[in-house]
């Protein structure tokens, strides 16, 4: 095993243990009243704005350390590796065991499951990652407070709409528009292995589903404003 990543491996694994133990105090002590679901939304609420904050510390602070794509990794694009890859281990389990979410949001943990593992074992590709998991989970605490919202009834307050309308808009940007630009980076790039570059096209598919979905969703907005006109 290549010794960059078996040297993290206790890290994940802590981990780990880390994220199932932050849902099972939820579920048995904190938060006993709501469903499963419920509280292992509010985990991923607590990654997404972590690790997007942690990416963007780095972004302003450590300027020097986003050199490209196909570089090998620096100790905070490994970090952020390490952090994601532990909740998607996580969560991908627990997703499996209650069989609650549609094939769109298993391809996408699978994806980033294999993409990021990929990043570790070669040590190489931290960067692209890290701009992948950022534009992917910057609106995750937006679409669980929608989830939150719609769950007490309360989807039809200004603040919900708010939240719904914000939500919709950097999902669009940040999964359509940056995210095919970092597709488009990808690609060109020569440095980039081979394995890496799948999984930012697979990726990229997947995020493109995801804007589809969202897309459904507007449309099914404005034919009932339609109606009720």
């Excluded at 890859?85 to 389990?93: Q, V």
């Excluded at 627990?94 to 996408?108: D, F, N, P, R, S």
């Excluded at 989970?137 to 009834?153: S, V």
């Amino acid at each position: 095993m290549n010794g960059i990543a078996a040297e993290y491996l206790g890290l994940i694994f802590l981990l780990v243990i880390g994220w199932s133990a932050i849902y099972t105090l939820l579920v048995r002590v904190f938060n006993k009243t709501c469903s499963a679901e419920w509280n292992s939304r509010i985990v991923a609420f607590i990654h997404a704005f972590l690790v997007a904050r942690y990416i963007e510390f780095g972004m302003y602070h450590e300027r020097s350390e986003l050199l490209g794509v196909g570089l090998p990794n620096t100790v905070r694009q490994t970090y952020v590796c390490c952090f994601c890859l532990s909740y998607f281990i996580f969560e991908t389990s627990w997703c499996l065991y209650m069989q609650t979410e549609g094939l769109v949001m298993l391809a996408h943990h699978m994806v980033s499951l294999f993409t990021i593992s990929t990043c570790l074992f070669l040590n190489s590709s931290g960067y692209e990652a890290s701009l992948m998991i950022w534009a992917a989970e910057f609106t995750n605490p937006l679409l669980q407070m929608r989830w939150f919202l719609r769950t007490k009834e309360l989807h039809k307050t200004l603040f919900a709409k708010l939240n719904e309308m914000v939500f919709v808009i950097l999902f669009i940007f940040m999964r359509l528009f940056y995210g095919s630009h970092l597709f488009y980076r990808c690609m060109l790039s020569e440095d980039i292995k081979p394995v890496p570059r799948a999984g930012s096209f697979v990726f990229h598919v997947v995020n493109l589903a995801f804007v589809y979905q969202v897309g459904t969703l507007v449309r099914r907005r404005f034919q009932e404003k339609k109606k009720k006109m």
